[in-house]
């Protein structure tokens, strides 16, 4: 079955820049969605189809798919970034959503 | 504003069976696919089904095939899990979630219900 593997924690000071990449064997030739998870809460949508944020989400929030990697980018960190991130994808030859690992992003 | 509330979580012995169900509101509830999500405590999102707005195809994680039947009723703006063969490793939080209207992602996504499998 599709893997994709992300860092376990990142570590960014405000104001700073972030990135939290996706592994999978040539990803991109999939669309990868990215959600964030605050304790407690339901995911949020914050990038679909590799690089396209839904209405609302601030456009701090970027991403880029090429390759065997997917790059969710985070700009001008804010305390309340601090979340955790999954990408996604719908692997076609096996008719089965993957979720990434999950990467926590600790806002400094 | 798009409502998904899901329902049916609870504490449940291991082999044992149980069914969730999400109400949905707010939107076309038979124009869209829909999806379970679960998340065991601690860890992170696992894709347990999912259906077509029309219940053509179904589709299952490897793990959940044969023990989960997903479903949905469209005149009652509902979709179902049924799962059985339950064990400890099913415990998490239940989450039904929308299918992006363009594209395979899920826009929206409910507060989630618990099921707990233990003895």
């Known amino acids: 079955s599709y893997v994709l593997t992300q860092p376990p924690s990142v570590s960014v000071a405000p104001g700073q820049t972030t990135g939290i990449t996706c592994g999978g064997d040539?990803?991109?030739?999939?669309?990868v969605h990215w959600y964030q998870q605050k304790p407690g809460q339901a995911p949020v949508l914050v990038v679909y189809?590799?690089?396209d944020r839904p209405s609302g989400i601030p456009e701090r929030f970027s991403a880029s798919n090429s390759g065997n990697t997917a790059t969710l980018t985070i700009s001008r960190v804010e305390v309340g970034d601090e979340a955790d991130y999954y990408c996604?994808?719908?692997?076609?030859?096996?008719?089965?959503?993957?979720f990434g690992t999950g990467t926590k992003v600790t806002v400094l | 504003e798009v409502q998904l509330v899901e329902s049916g979580g609870g504490l449940v012995k291991p082999g044992g069976s149980l069914r969730l169900s999400c109400a949905a509101s707010?939107?076309?509830?038979?124009?869209?696919?829909m999806n379970w999500v679960r998340q065991a405590p601690g860890k992170g999102l696992e894709w347990v089904s999912s259906?077509?707005?029309?219940?053509?195809?179904?589709y299952y994680a490897d793990s959940m095939k044969g023990r989960f039947t997903i479903s949905r009723d469209n005149a009652k703006n509902s979709l179902y899990l049924h799962m059985s063969s339950l064990s400890a490793e099913d415990t998490a939080v239940y989450y039904c979630?929308?299918?992006?209207?363009?594209?395979?992602?899920?826009?929206?996504w409910g507060q989630g219900t618990l099921v707990t499998v233990s003895s």
């Open positions: 189809d590799d690089s």
């Open positions: 259906i077509t707005s029309s219940s053509t195809y179904r």
């Open positions: 996604q994808v719908w692997d076609r030859s096996s008719y089965q959503y993957v």
């Open positions: 040539n990803i991109g030739t999939k669309s």
């Open positions: 979630a929308r299918d992006c209207t363009n594209s395979v992602c899920y826009d929206y």
């Open positions: 707010g939107f076309s509830f038979s124009s869209y696919a």
